[in-house]
């Protein structure tokens, strides 16, 4: 379980994309929500990253399909962060959050340290539990360029205006131990973004090449995201929340590698499904609750 300073504590994460900008989930999951095989109220749940402007990225809905390819055992996007801007969400989903049942985070692209205050200030006055600053979208043109130090202000500087606490997500491609020891004063927690193609499959063509390569999730990423996720929890800095679960068992073997929670993301576009079930079973199995970490 992670505990945060405004008491907010949690063990199950959505993570970022999953269930849409609310938290409530796309509109092809609702026939699950209205049959109980999916229910956010269960988990924690990050909102897709929103941008201080709007964002065309690489989605076209009338086409999803074309940058988010499911595979056998994970998925690749490059949706490349499209999404509607901060003040669509501040005008159409914050009247609604204190009304929400599940707990949500908001997700703020983290590239522009002016852009995180300035998101963060209009936000101000919201029942957010958390702010996740994405540090890591595999799909955007800045990935590369960034630096450590600078992904390290841009957490101080948030931290200073931020009347929420705040989660760091950073890529198996930063060099994420330094990172989760310099910032550790400032986040509460970090958690992992997908996998760069790149890195996952140097040898091999992306299907998404066109858009970069994409980013790689779920069973097909867990070499890379709990080799980071292990480390991290026992460099014993910042708690880290375990991505990557697509059976059941992952989550006994995450909370194994020291994480304090764990997240699920692309297991909802292939079996939606799965998450509800397997933290009811978990709870079920599990009524005592695990230590505090
Ligand atoms: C379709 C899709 C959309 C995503 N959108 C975002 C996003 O907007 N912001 C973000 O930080 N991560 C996003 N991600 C990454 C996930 O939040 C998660 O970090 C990643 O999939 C690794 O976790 P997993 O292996 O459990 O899927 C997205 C992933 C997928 C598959």
């Known amino acids: 379980m992670i505990q945060l300073s405004n008491g907010h504590h949690f063990e199950f994460m959505v993570a970022s994309g999953a269930l ?53 055992g994970g998925v690749i996007n490059s949706i490349g962060l499209t999404n509607p801007g901060i003040d669509w969400w501040c005008e159409k989903i914050g009247p609604k959050v204190a009304q929400l049942p599940w707990d949500l985070m908001v997700s703020l692209e983290a590239d522009v340290a002016s852009d995180v205050i300035t998101m963060l200030n209009k936000l101000k006055g919201l029942p957010l539990k958390g702010i996740e600053l994405n540090l890591s979208c595999p799909n955007t043109i800045h990935e590369g360029s960034r630096q450590t130090d600078y992904m390290i202000q841009v957490c101080h500087q948030a931290k200073e205006q931020s009347e929420w606490p705040l989660i760091a997500k950073l890529s198996v491609d930063h060099d994420y131990l330094t990172m989760a020891q310099e910032i550790s004063g400032a986040v509460e927690a970090v958690s992992i973004n997908s996998v760069p193609w790149k890195l996952a499959f140097p040898e091999k063509s992306s299907p998404l090449a066109k858009f970069g390569g994409g980013g ?30 697509w059976d059941y068992e992952d989550i006994e073997r995450i909370f194994g590698m020291g994480a304090g929670a764990v997240s699920f993301g692309s297991v909802f576009v292939c079996h939606p499904w799965r998450p509800t079930r397997f933290v009811e079973r978990w709870k079920r199995e599990h009524s005592g609750t695990p230590p505090l970490r």
């Open 20 to 72: 849409a900008f609310d938290g409530g989930g796309w509109p092809w999951e609702q026939p699950l929500r209205c049959m109980g095989l999916l229910k956010p109220e269960l988990f924690t749940v990050v909102t897709k990253t929103l941008t201080l402007e709007p964002r065309k990225g690489n989605l076209r809905w009338s086409r999803p399909l074309g940058v988010v390819k499911p595979m056998r």
């Open 216 to 245: 790689v999730s779920g069973k097909l990423a867990q070499q890379w995201t709990w080799k980071a996720t292990e480390q991290i929890a026992s460099q014993n800095t910042v708690p880290v929340i375990g991505p990557s679960v």
